[in-house]
């Protein structure tokens, strides 16, 4: 009886990819109490599928495919066929955009798309409510679209090593962030807006422009901020550190 559900699953999957028809077919809740893994068990535990062919092959479900340095310009459409990925990592590819059934994953919760070529953030990725991670460290990316506010799930993310110079206010509302990372861009100041972000532990603003931050900051639960290789005088993260006394300065 599972394994004629799954067949189901994956028939309905195929169809709508192939049907081009994202906004009809919605599957995106149709197993609620499917079992998820959790973060620690996702990154110590689940196998990693290190090929099409492997993770189509598979005798059981696939939560993690990596698909690292294989010069992937677009997605083998075929991942649609694995509707139970969790984590995808796409490291060093030469991917500038993503494809709509990223969208409709329905359990996918982490994508990793660090040394590609994207330049604008693939909106389809808003589409998919369930992911809690994405990391684009090292592309090519100026600006952060203010309606990234709509990943209203999002926990982690990161844009090191970038060629970012502001940030938009719609970053200041996703307020389940925990981690952000911004380092290794042209950041010159930071909003009192990322105040707002009270859930954040782990900010890291390395390698920016910054000379101050704003007053707040002090007020915020942060377990790690760093600072290195900003023009800040060593008088100020002297006193950054007496406001901060439960939080670990990197300078």
Known sequence: MENLFKEMVLALFAISLLAGCSSEV????????????????LYLDAKSYRSMEAALNADEEVTK??????S?????????????????DLVN???????EFIGRMPYLQNIYLN??????????LYKNE??????????????IPNDI??????????FTGN???????????????ETLGLSDNQLVQIPDDICRLTKLTKLNLGGNLIETLPACISEMNLESLVLSKNPMNSHYIDSLKLSMPDTKIEF
């Open 26 to 41: 919605k599957i995106t809740k149709y197993d609620p109490n499917h079992q998820l893994l959790s973060k620690e068990e």
């Open 65 to 70: 495919l990596v698909l690292i340095g294989d």
């Open 72 to 88: 992937l310009k677009e997605l083998p459409v075929e991942i649609a066929q694995l509707p139970y990925i969790q984590s995808l």
């Open 93 to 99: 590819n030469q991917l500038s955009e993503l494809p």
């Open 115 to 124: 040394k590609n070529e994207f330049e604008k953030f693939p909106k389809v």
């Open 130 to 143: 369930t992911i809690e991670s994405v990391l684009f460290k090292e592309n090519y990316f100026k600006h």
């Open 149 to 158: 506010n709509e990943m209203k799930g999002l926990k982690h993310l990161t």
């Open 163 to 177: 060629q970012i110079s502001e940030l938009p206010v719609g970053l200041f509302e996703l307020t389940e962030l």
